[in-house]
Protein backbone atom coordinates (compact mmCIF):
# COMPACT_ATOMS: atom_id res chain seq x y z
CA UNK A 1 0.00 0.00 0.00
CA UNK A 2 1.00 3.61 -0.64
CA UNK A 3 0.36 6.89 0.71
CA UNK A 4 -1.15 9.60 -1.78
CA UNK A 5 -3.56 12.53 -1.91
CA UNK A 6 -6.36 11.92 -4.25
CA UNK A 7 -8.78 13.78 -5.73
CA UNK A 8 -11.17 11.72 -6.25
CA UNK A 9 -14.09 13.70 -8.56
CA UNK A 10 -14.19 17.04 -10.77
CA UNK A 11 -14.94 19.77 -7.83
CA UNK A 12 -13.54 17.64 -4.92
CA UNK A 13 -10.86 18.81 -2.62
CA UNK A 14 -8.01 16.14 -2.18
CA UNK A 15 -7.76 13.49 0.39
CA UNK A 16 -4.97 11.62 1.72
CA UNK A 17 -5.90 8.16 1.31
CA UNK A 18 -3.74 4.98 1.65
CA UNK A 19 -3.99 2.91 -1.98
CA UNK A 20 -3.18 -0.44 -3.75
CA UNK A 21 -0.27 1.02 -5.72
CA UNK A 22 -0.13 -1.70 -8.45
CA UNK A 23 -3.95 -1.11 -8.69
CA UNK A 24 -4.00 2.49 -8.87
CA UNK A 25 -1.51 2.85 -11.33
CA UNK A 26 -1.64 -0.27 -13.47
CA UNK A 27 -2.36 2.05 -17.21
CA UNK A 28 -0.01 5.10 -16.05
CA UNK A 29 3.58 5.21 -17.34
CA UNK A 30 3.57 4.50 -20.94
CA UNK A 31 5.48 1.85 -23.16
CA UNK A 32 8.69 2.35 -20.88
CA UNK A 33 7.41 3.43 -17.38
CA UNK A 34 10.04 3.73 -15.21
CA UNK A 35 8.73 2.50 -10.87
CA UNK A 36 9.55 4.98 -8.12
CA UNK A 37 10.05 5.54 -4.61
CA UNK A 38 9.06 9.44 -4.43
CA UNK A 39 11.02 10.81 -1.62
CA UNK A 40 10.28 14.49 -2.60
CA UNK A 41 7.41 16.80 -3.96
CA UNK A 42 6.68 20.36 -3.67
CA UNK A 43 3.87 22.62 -3.50
CA UNK A 44 3.03 25.17 -6.40
CA UNK A 45 0.92 27.69 -7.00
CA UNK A 46 -1.00 25.31 -9.38
CA UNK A 47 -1.04 22.26 -7.27
CA UNK A 48 -3.04 24.55 -4.79
CA UNK A 49 -5.86 24.50 -7.49
CA UNK A 50 -5.66 21.27 -8.24
CA UNK A 51 -5.46 20.24 -4.53
CA UNK A 52 -8.56 22.74 -3.63
CA UNK A 53 -10.61 21.45 -6.57
CA UNK A 54 -10.53 24.46 -8.34
CA UNK A 55 -10.77 23.80 -11.90
CA UNK A 56 -8.28 24.14 -15.04
CA UNK A 57 -5.23 21.90 -13.60
CA UNK A 58 -7.22 18.40 -12.88
CA UNK A 59 -8.16 16.77 -16.35
CA UNK A 60 -8.84 13.26 -14.92
CA UNK A 61 -10.01 11.45 -12.58
CA UNK A 62 -9.58 10.35 -9.51
CA UNK A 63 -6.01 11.69 -9.76
CA UNK A 64 -2.58 12.02 -7.54
CA UNK A 65 -2.12 15.86 -8.04
CA UNK A 66 1.40 16.67 -7.36
CA UNK A 67 3.46 18.29 -10.81
CA UNK A 68 7.10 17.90 -9.55
CA UNK A 69 8.44 14.22 -8.30
CA UNK A 70 12.39 13.71 -7.52
CA UNK A 71 12.64 9.59 -6.26
CA UNK A 72 14.59 6.49 -6.23
CA UNK A 73 14.24 3.87 -9.29
CA UNK A 74 12.77 0.95 -7.63
CA UNK A 75 12.11 -1.17 -11.64
CA UNK A 76 12.42 0.23 -15.12
CA UNK A 77 11.48 -0.21 -18.81
CA UNK A 78 13.49 2.30 -19.98
CA UNK A 79 17.09 1.79 -21.21
CA UNK A 80 17.80 5.25 -19.91
CA UNK A 81 17.09 4.70 -16.12
CA UNK A 82 18.31 1.47 -13.80
CA UNK A 83 16.88 0.77 -10.06
CA UNK A 84 18.50 2.51 -7.55
CA UNK A 85 18.91 6.15 -10.42
CA UNK A 86 18.13 9.25 -8.28
CA UNK A 87 15.93 10.89 -10.82
CA UNK A 88 13.60 14.41 -11.38
CA UNK A 89 10.19 14.84 -13.19
CA UNK A 90 8.51 18.39 -13.41
CA UNK A 91 5.42 18.74 -15.28
CA UNK A 92 4.72 16.03 -18.08
CA UNK A 93 1.32 16.32 -17.49
CA UNK A 94 1.99 14.83 -13.70
CA UNK A 95 -0.42 16.76 -11.59
CA UNK A 96 -2.73 17.54 -14.52
CA UNK A 97 -4.05 14.03 -16.25
CA UNK A 98 -1.11 12.21 -15.06
CA UNK A 99 -0.59 10.69 -11.47
CA UNK A 100 1.65 13.23 -9.64
CA UNK A 101 3.98 13.45 -7.24
CA UNK A 102 1.79 13.63 -3.84
CA UNK A 103 2.25 9.63 -3.50
CA UNK A 104 5.18 7.57 -1.66
CA UNK A 105 4.71 5.51 -4.78
CA UNK A 106 4.96 6.87 -8.64
CA UNK A 107 4.90 5.16 -11.96
CA UNK A 108 5.94 7.53 -14.92
CA UNK A 109 7.23 7.58 -18.54
CA UNK A 110 10.89 8.47 -19.09
CA UNK A 111 9.93 10.50 -21.57
CA UNK A 112 11.17 14.32 -19.38
CA UNK A 113 12.76 12.10 -16.48
CA UNK A 114 15.93 13.35 -15.90
CA UNK A 115 18.38 11.83 -13.66
CA UNK A 116 19.39 14.34 -10.77
CA UNK A 117 22.01 16.39 -11.15
CA UNK A 118 25.41 16.16 -8.78
CA UNK A 119 25.94 18.15 -6.02
CA UNK A 120 22.00 18.94 -6.22
CA UNK A 121 20.64 17.15 -3.00
CA UNK A 122 16.48 15.80 -3.81
CA UNK A 123 15.71 17.91 -1.16
CA UNK A 124 16.87 20.52 -3.08
CA UNK A 125 15.79 19.26 -6.38
CA UNK A 126 12.36 19.89 -4.78
CA UNK A 127 12.73 22.70 -3.37
CA UNK A 128 13.57 23.62 -7.44
CA UNK A 129 11.30 21.67 -8.75
CA UNK A 130 8.50 23.62 -11.09
CA UNK A 131 9.19 26.68 -10.08
CA UNK A 132 12.78 26.67 -10.32
CA UNK A 133 12.63 25.20 -13.55
CA UNK A 134 10.14 27.45 -14.78
CA UNK A 135 12.10 30.45 -13.36
CA UNK A 136 15.33 29.08 -15.29
CA UNK A 137 13.28 28.71 -18.63
CA UNK A 138 12.57 32.43 -18.32
CA UNK A 139 16.28 33.36 -18.14
CA UNK A 140 17.55 31.30 -20.91
CA UNK A 141 14.50 32.64 -22.94
CA UNK A 142 15.80 36.34 -22.16
CA UNK A 143 19.55 34.99 -22.97
CA UNK A 144 18.75 33.53 -25.80
CA UNK A 145 16.80 36.86 -27.08
CA UNK A 146 20.04 38.91 -26.51
CA UNK A 147 18.90 40.80 -22.90
CA UNK A 148 22.33 41.06 -21.09
CA UNK A 149 23.05 42.07 -17.41
CA UNK A 150 24.48 45.43 -19.69
CA UNK A 151 21.07 45.75 -21.06
CA UNK A 152 19.41 48.01 -18.19
CA UNK A 153 17.16 46.58 -15.03
CA UNK A 154 14.69 43.63 -15.12
CA UNK A 155 12.38 43.75 -13.85
CA UNK A 156 9.84 40.08 -11.79
CA UNK A 157 6.92 40.05 -10.87
CA UNK A 158 5.49 38.21 -8.45
CA UNK A 159 8.87 38.74 -6.54
CA UNK A 160 8.05 36.46 -3.28
CA UNK A 161 6.49 33.76 -4.84
CA UNK A 162 8.57 30.68 -5.99
CA UNK A 163 8.79 31.78 -9.45
CA UNK A 164 9.68 34.81 -8.48
CA UNK A 165 12.08 33.53 -5.58
CA UNK A 166 14.23 31.45 -7.90
CA UNK A 167 14.41 33.80 -10.57
CA UNK A 168 15.88 36.90 -8.75
CA UNK A 169 18.54 34.59 -7.77
CA UNK A 170 19.25 33.39 -10.85
CA UNK A 171 19.52 36.62 -12.83
CA UNK A 172 21.43 38.11 -9.46
CA UNK A 173 23.91 35.43 -9.80
CA UNK A 174 23.98 35.98 -13.64
CA UNK A 175 25.10 39.75 -12.82
CA UNK A 176 21.34 41.39 -13.76
CA UNK A 177 19.98 44.38 -11.99
CA UNK A 178 17.08 42.98 -10.91
CA UNK A 179 13.95 45.17 -10.18
CA UNK A 180 11.37 42.81 -7.42
CA UNK A 181 7.83 43.79 -7.94
CA UNK A 182 5.64 42.37 -4.49
CA UNK A 183 2.46 43.92 -2.67
CA UNK A 184 4.70 43.35 0.35
CA UNK A 185 7.42 45.13 0.34
CA UNK A 186 7.48 45.79 4.12
CA UNK A 187 7.36 42.82 4.65
CA UNK A 188 9.03 40.92 2.13
CA UNK A 189 12.05 43.70 1.31
CA UNK A 190 14.94 42.12 3.29
CA UNK A 191 13.92 39.06 2.20
CA UNK A 192 13.82 39.82 -1.92
CA UNK A 193 17.30 42.16 -1.48
CA UNK A 194 18.82 39.16 0.65
CA UNK A 195 18.19 36.87 -2.70
CA UNK A 196 19.85 39.63 -5.04
CA UNK A 197 17.18 41.97 -5.90
CA UNK A 198 19.23 45.38 -6.43
CA UNK A 199 15.30 47.60 -6.16
CA UNK A 200 12.13 46.59 -4.45
CA UNK A 201 9.01 48.11 -5.55
CA UNK A 202 5.49 48.11 -4.68
CA UNK A 203 3.30 46.30 -7.03
CA UNK A 204 0.67 49.17 -6.97
CA UNK A 205 -0.54 50.45 -10.19
CA UNK A 206 1.09 48.06 -12.33
CA UNK A 207 -2.50 45.61 -11.14
CA UNK A 208 -4.86 48.26 -12.48
CA UNK A 209 -5.36 49.45 -16.42
CA UNK A 210 -2.64 51.48 -17.48
CA UNK A 211 -2.02 53.56 -20.80
CA UNK A 212 -1.01 51.61 -23.70
CA UNK A 213 2.62 52.62 -23.78
CA UNK A 214 4.19 54.49 -20.83
CA UNK A 215 7.86 55.20 -19.80
CA UNK A 216 10.64 52.91 -20.89
CA UNK A 217 11.86 51.16 -17.80
CA UNK A 218 12.44 47.48 -18.28
CA UNK A 219 15.25 45.52 -20.90
CA UNK A 220 13.64 42.56 -19.68
CA UNK A 221 11.24 40.75 -17.49
CA UNK A 222 9.56 38.06 -15.74
CA UNK A 223 5.99 38.14 -15.18
CA UNK A 224 4.67 35.21 -12.71
CA UNK A 225 1.39 37.52 -12.55
CA UNK A 226 -0.82 38.18 -16.00
CA UNK A 227 -3.73 39.93 -16.65
CA UNK A 228 -3.35 44.11 -16.36
CA UNK A 229 0.42 43.32 -14.97
CA UNK A 230 1.75 41.77 -17.48
CA UNK A 231 -0.03 44.43 -20.13
CA UNK A 232 1.47 47.25 -18.14
CA UNK A 233 5.05 45.55 -18.19
CA UNK A 234 4.89 45.37 -21.85
CA UNK A 235 3.64 49.18 -21.66
CA UNK A 236 6.98 49.94 -19.87
CA UNK A 237 9.69 47.34 -21.50
CA UNK A 238 11.96 49.24 -23.28
CA UNK A 239 13.44 48.97 -27.46
CA UNK A 240 14.03 45.36 -28.42
CA UNK A 241 13.27 44.20 -24.52
CA UNK A 242 11.98 40.64 -23.47
CA UNK A 243 9.00 40.07 -21.56
CA UNK A 244 8.22 36.48 -20.61
CA UNK A 245 5.41 35.57 -19.23
CA UNK A 246 4.84 32.46 -16.95
CA UNK A 247 1.97 32.52 -14.72
CA UNK A 248 -1.57 34.40 -13.98
CA UNK A 249 -1.48 34.79 -10.94
CA UNK A 250 -3.84 37.71 -11.50
CA UNK A 251 -5.61 36.60 -14.62
CA UNK A 252 -5.32 34.54 -17.79
CA UNK A 253 -6.14 37.78 -19.48
CA UNK A 254 -4.08 40.12 -21.65
CA UNK A 255 -5.87 43.30 -21.79
CA UNK A 256 -3.17 45.04 -24.12
CA UNK A 257 -2.96 46.35 -27.28
CA UNK A 258 -0.06 45.71 -30.36
CA UNK A 259 1.54 49.04 -29.64
CA UNK A 260 4.70 47.88 -27.65
CA UNK A 261 5.44 45.26 -30.34
CA UNK A 262 5.25 47.40 -33.11
CA UNK A 263 6.60 50.74 -31.56
CA UNK A 264 8.94 49.34 -29.69
CA UNK A 265 9.76 45.71 -31.03
CA UNK A 266 8.99 44.54 -27.70
CA UNK A 267 9.58 40.70 -27.66
CA UNK A 268 6.64 38.46 -25.58
CA UNK A 269 7.28 35.24 -25.35
CA UNK A 270 6.52 32.08 -22.81
CA UNK A 271 8.47 29.70 -20.73
CA UNK A 272 6.64 26.06 -20.68
CA UNK A 273 7.67 23.59 -17.90
CA UNK A 274 4.99 21.18 -18.87
CA UNK A 275 5.86 20.54 -22.84
CA UNK A 276 9.40 21.41 -22.73
CA UNK A 277 11.99 19.28 -24.84
CA UNK A 278 14.21 16.54 -23.08
CA UNK A 279 17.32 18.69 -24.35
CA UNK A 280 15.45 21.89 -23.19
CA UNK A 281 15.15 20.09 -19.83
CA UNK A 282 18.87 18.89 -19.91
CA UNK A 283 20.02 22.56 -20.17
CA UNK A 284 18.16 23.90 -17.83
CA UNK A 285 18.87 21.71 -14.80
CA UNK A 286 22.49 22.06 -15.71
CA UNK A 287 22.09 25.37 -15.73
CA UNK A 288 20.30 25.23 -12.41
CA UNK A 289 23.18 22.55 -10.60
CA UNK A 290 26.27 24.99 -11.71
CA UNK A 291 24.73 28.72 -11.30
CA UNK A 292 21.81 28.24 -8.32
CA UNK A 293 23.44 29.36 -5.18
CA UNK A 294 22.28 26.53 -2.77
CA UNK A 295 22.56 28.32 0.65
CA UNK A 296 19.94 30.79 -0.97
CA UNK A 297 17.43 28.12 -2.43
CA UNK A 298 17.96 26.53 1.05
CA UNK A 299 16.85 30.00 3.08
CA UNK A 300 13.69 30.51 0.91
CA UNK A 301 12.85 27.05 1.87
CA UNK A 302 9.99 25.13 3.96
CA UNK A 303 9.70 21.62 4.30
CA UNK A 304 6.33 19.95 5.12
CA UNK A 305 4.89 16.45 5.56
CA UNK A 306 2.46 14.87 3.14
CA UNK A 307 -0.41 15.89 6.14
CA UNK A 308 0.42 19.06 5.89
CA UNK A 309 -0.30 19.60 2.01
CA UNK A 310 -3.95 20.04 2.11
CA UNK A 311 -3.57 23.51 4.87
CA UNK A 312 -0.63 24.79 2.44
CA UNK A 313 -2.40 24.45 -0.44
CA UNK A 314 -5.01 27.02 1.19
CA UNK A 315 -1.96 29.32 2.06
CA UNK A 316 -0.50 29.25 -1.39
CA UNK A 317 -3.84 30.37 -2.64
CA UNK A 318 -4.34 33.05 -0.60
CA UNK A 319 -0.61 34.82 -1.58
CA UNK A 320 0.70 33.83 2.29
CA UNK A 321 3.29 31.35 1.00
CA UNK A 322 6.77 33.28 0.28
CA UNK A 323 9.64 31.22 -1.49
CA UNK A 324 9.27 27.62 -2.05
CA UNK A 325 7.61 24.42 -0.05
CA UNK A 326 9.69 21.24 -0.55
CA UNK A 327 7.28 17.94 0.68
CA UNK A 328 9.23 15.39 2.16
CA UNK A 329 7.17 12.14 1.82
CA UNK A 330 8.79 10.18 4.94
CA UNK A 331 7.42 12.82 7.28
Known sequence: MAKAIVVTEKGASGRLLDIDEEEFFEN??????????????SLNFKDGLALLGRPGVIREWPLVPGIDIVGRVTASASPRFEAGDLVVLNGDGIGEHRNGGFATKARVRPDALLHLPGGVSPA???????????????????????VTPESGEVLVTGAAGGVGSVAIALLAG????????????????????????????????????GRPLQSQAWAGAIDSVGSHTLANVLAQTSYGGTVVACGLAQGGDLPATVMPFIL???TLTGANSVEAPLALRQRAWADLAAELDLAVLDSMTTTIGLHEVLDAAERILAGQVRGRTAVDLSL
Do not use: C, K
Open 28 to 41: TGGEHPVDLDVLYS
Open 124 to 146: QAAAIGTAGFTAMLAVLALQDNG
Open 174 to 209: RGYSVVASTGRVEEQGDYLRGLGAARVVDRGALGEP
Open 264 to 266: RSV
